[in-house]
């Protein structure tokens, strides 16, 4: 279980640091635990919304988020991902679509970084297209879909790269509540209980984590580092799964 707390205090600590929750690996990491495929998203999504809540609040006060677009793509995503949770996967499928989510995720960390021009109006068209099926899959399997779309902004030049990372954060929190709150009613009180009893120091190691992360991209490393960074922890995780 050591091991277990160490490396989800790891995961948040990058992830937030790049203004992601890190759903994605914590459900690969506690895979390779053994835990139950069942309980993975409800812990998952609980990290993720401990970690990126901060995020959502530190670029509002700054003043750096879209808001009306940001809403746009969240009030989309949000119903598939409840969707999403509710629906049925077994075993197999989870950890198949877990992994190469991951190792997606991985290669996206990599991709170049859109100068902060502002992008053309005709790209949102393809971006809103792409918020329903990010939506499903963050419910699916308990991520927040926000490690996949802050890419598609950056590569279409939507807007400045703090305000993707803004809505990036935002749609993490919106699909993460929506996606617990289906998987809660799918999984039922027990699987809720056993989530809890094991989830617990995790969601302590993600919150202090989450914190430093923040700390560090704020004040002390450059943002290419850390995004090499959690490539490489994201891809190396993502292939070992599906190994």
């Not at 690969?28 to 609980?46: H, K, M, W």
């Not at 021009?117 to 809103?128: C, N």
Request: charged share 10%.
């Amino acid at each position: 279980m050591l091991w277990l707390i160490a490396a989800f205090f790891v995961t948040a600590l990058l992830y937030a640091s790049v203004g992601f929750g890190g759903g994605s690996t914590y459900n690969a990491l506690l895979a390779l635990a053994g835990v139950d495929y069942r309980v993975l998203p409800l812990i998952a999504l609980s990290c993720n919304i401990v970690v990126v809540a901060g995020s959502t609040i530190r670029f509002a006060r700054a003043g750096v988020t879209p808001w009306r677009a940001a809403f746009s793509l969240t009030a989309i995503a949000a119903p598939a991902a409840f969707v999403g949770g509710l629906t049925p996967i077994g075993e197999g499928a989870f950890l198949t679509i877990l992994g190469a989510s991951l190792v997606l995720t991985a290669i996206t960390m990599f991709l170049p970084v859109a100068k902060d021009d502002g992008g053309p109006a005709g790209s949102s068209r393809m971006i809103v297209l792409a918020a329903a099926p990010l939506g499903y899959l963050a419910g699916l399997v308990g991520i927040g879909g926000g490690i996949f779309l802050a890419p598609l902004l950056h590569l279409s030049r939507w807007n400045e790269a703090r305000a993707i990372a803004a809505t990036a954060s935002l749609f993490i929190l919106v699909n993460s509540l929506f996606g617990l709150a289906g998987q809660l009613l799918k999984g039922g009180e027990g699987r809720f209980l056993a989530a809890v009893d094991f989830g617990l120091p995790l969601i302590l190691a993600v919150a202090v984590g989450g914190q430093i992360g923040s700390l560090l991209a704020l004040k002390f490393l450059p943002q290419r580092w850390i995004m090499v960074g959690t490539g490489i922890l994201t891809g190396w995780v993502g292939l070992r799964l599906l190994l």
